[in-house]
C-alpha cells in the first residue's frame, strides 16, 4: 500500500513541473537572476521579483527581463545591467539601482559669490 502512495506523488511532481518558462516567477531571494540571463535561450522571457544582485549581463538576442511586483537589480557599485552583442532585448517594469559613481548625475552647485 505504500508503493501506490509514492507513485502517485511522483507523478503529481511530475505534472507539475510542466509549466511554462514565461509563466514562471524568478525570486531573487532564493535564485540568481545572473545565472537564469547567462543560461537563457534567445527570445526567452524572465521574470523575477525582489532585488537582484548584479551585474546582469544580456548576451542573448531577444532577452525579456520583466518584473513582477517590487522588481529591482541592484548593482553594488558596479555596472548593474550590461546588454552586449544582443540585439531586441525588451526590459520592462523594473528599476536598476547602485552603478558605479562615474554614472550617477551629479549635482553641481552654482559658484560662490562675493557679497560686499
Known sequence: MRLPMVLLLSCVTLVGGRA???NDVLDCGHKSLADAVKNAAANQTIRFTGVCAGPIVIRRNGLAL???GTAAIDGGGRDALTVTGASRATL???EVRNGPERHRRQQRRPPAT???
Open 114 to 116: 562675493e557679497r560686499n
Open 92 to 94: 520592462t517594469n523594473f
Open 66 to 68: 520583466k518584473g513582477v
Open 20 to 22: 511554462s518558462a514565461d
